[in-house]
């Protein structure tokens, strides 16, 4: 029997890989977490993550189950209603509103959100929590030699560790994916986003509002107030170089722009942190899985900033690895078990990438006739009660 120095290696401590370890941590597996970044864990910090993760319903369990949700709840916005606004017409204005209520299918709201950089904040700290979970920032994967029996991972310090599995949470260009040959299929929009906070005078009610004009949506997402004002998160796609024109523009006329793009809906926009620049892009990897290897997460697949489906895909990701690996810990990252993880995950993963590709090229639409049918086919999505409610249950995750 091999030694192993730990069960399982975590490449990349973001929000995602951040989530793993503790998952794979509170199940009882030894796990070690490696990042080449220290995680920034202030809001105002230089290089924190300004974007907001709206947990949706399904997430929640597995988030209880990590030891995450107790310290994350008391920071989280509740997401009762998703209201999907039309100003697709000749002028930037409001044409058809139409509220997606979570009550129709659950008496819980669709999700919760809350603030990156503060996920990373109690996600380090509850790793510190665990004697079984080590997190090692500052360290990063760098080499990899696979047997059927185990897998050698190469660290930048120089040192080497043995392992049963390795999972791959390195983002979008992961380094573990390439160290595996496993090739992706990429689409680019030549679309970026800008996300930021604002605070506004007329409150949300927990209302996240997607307005849709061209170029992308806007989307504003709940927080909980700010500076004793009722705050949102908003991401705003656009083309790349309409982006880079509005990150540069100087405040009083990047708060105009915002504020003609978000039509005057809870009032004037004010700008209530730095802007970030996201881009945008689809992505698949062929497998979910190499030898010894799963991927998750951006490794696995990238979505656009559509209906809170990346990080949320990412946590059922792991679900379904810590279920296959629960049932039958002594087969931990052995072939059978990860063809069985891209058995169970992959078709899912690829129908959601094409579903949330085709709602961003419909947000996307410069055409007016188009802009015009786009807005007949979500009245007319909308006024069929039954096929209302099954995107509901689709947008949440609750049917495969
Ligand atoms: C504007 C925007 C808004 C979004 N909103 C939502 C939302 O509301 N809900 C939702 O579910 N999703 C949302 N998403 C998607 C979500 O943010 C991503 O899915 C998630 O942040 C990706 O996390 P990740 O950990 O996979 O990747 P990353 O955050 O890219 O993390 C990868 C990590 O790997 C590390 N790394 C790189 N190289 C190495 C190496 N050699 N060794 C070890 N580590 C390495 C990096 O340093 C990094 O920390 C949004 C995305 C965008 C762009």
């Given at each position: 029997m091999p030694e192993f120095d730990y069960d399982i290696l975590v490449s990349g401590g973001g929000v995602a890989g951040l989530t793993a370890a503790a998952v794979f941590g509170s199940a009882g597996f030894s796990v070690l977490c490696v990042d080449p970044a220290a995680p920034v864990t202030e809001r105002d910090a230089e290089g924190s993550d300004l974007r907001t993760t709206a947990f949706l319903q399904p997430s929640r369990d597995l988030l209880e189950f990590a030891g995450l949700w107790s310290r994350l709840a008391l920071h989280a916005a509740p997401l009762q209603v998703m209201r999907i606004v039309d100003a697709g017409g000749p002028s930037p204005e409001p044409r058809l509103t139409k509220d997606f209520n979570a009550g129709d299918i659950t008496d819980l709201p669709f999700g919760w959100n809350l603030p990156n950089w503060l996920l990373r904040h109690e996600m380090v700290a509850r790793l510190l929590e665990l004697p079984n979970a080590e997190f090692r920032p500052?360290?990063?994967?760098?080499?990899?030699?696979?047997?059927?029996?185990?897998?050698?991972?190469?660290?930048?310090?120089?040192?080497?560790?043995?392992?049963?599995?390795?999972i791959a949470a390195d983002g979008r260009n992961s380094p573990v994916r390439r160290a595996s040959g496993i090739p992706v299929k990429t689409t680019r929009y030549g679309q970026k986003a800008l996300a930021f906070a604002v605070t506004h005078p007329v409150p949300h009610n927990n209302v996240s509002t997607e307005i849709h004009r061209s170029g992308g949506p806007f989307t504003l997402v709940p927080l909980p107030d700010y500076q004793g004002l009722p705050s949102s998160a908003i991401v705003w796609m656009e083309r790349g170089p309409e982006v880079a024109r509005l990150a540069g523009l100087d405040e009083p006329d990047f708060e105009a722009a915002m504020n003609e793009r978000s039509c005057g809906l809870f009032g004037p926009l004010t700008l209530a942190s730095r802007r970030t620049v996201w881009p945008i892009i689809s992505q698949i990897a062929d497998r979910m899985h190499g030898e010894r290897v799963a991927l998750v997460a951006e490794a696995a697949h990238?979505?656009?900033?559509?209906?809170?489906?990346?990080?949320?895909?990412?946590?059922s990701d792991m679900r379904t690895l810590l279920d296959i690996a629960q049932s039958n810990p002594d087969q931990l990252g052995d072939r059978q078990m990860l063809e069985t993880y891209h058995k169970h995950r992959h078709t899912e993963v690829a129908a959601r990438v094409a579903g949330v590709d085709l709602l961003n090229r419909a947000s996307m639409i410069e055409?007016?006739?188009?802009?015009?049918?786009?807005?007949?086919?979500?009245?007319?999505?909308?006024?069929?009660a039954p096929v209302r409610k099954v995107m509901m249950q689709l947008g949440l995750g609750a049917r495969g």
């Open positions: 500052g360290t990063a994967f760098a080499s990899l030699f696979t047997r059927e029996t185990g897998a050698r991972v190469g660290l930048s310090d120089g040192s080497r560790v043995h392992v049963q599995l390795v990238v979505v656009p900033p559509i209906g809170a489906q990346g990080l949320n895909m990412s946590l055409s007016q006739p188009l802009r015009d049918l786009r807005a007949m086919g979500l009245g007319a999505i909308y006024s069929l």
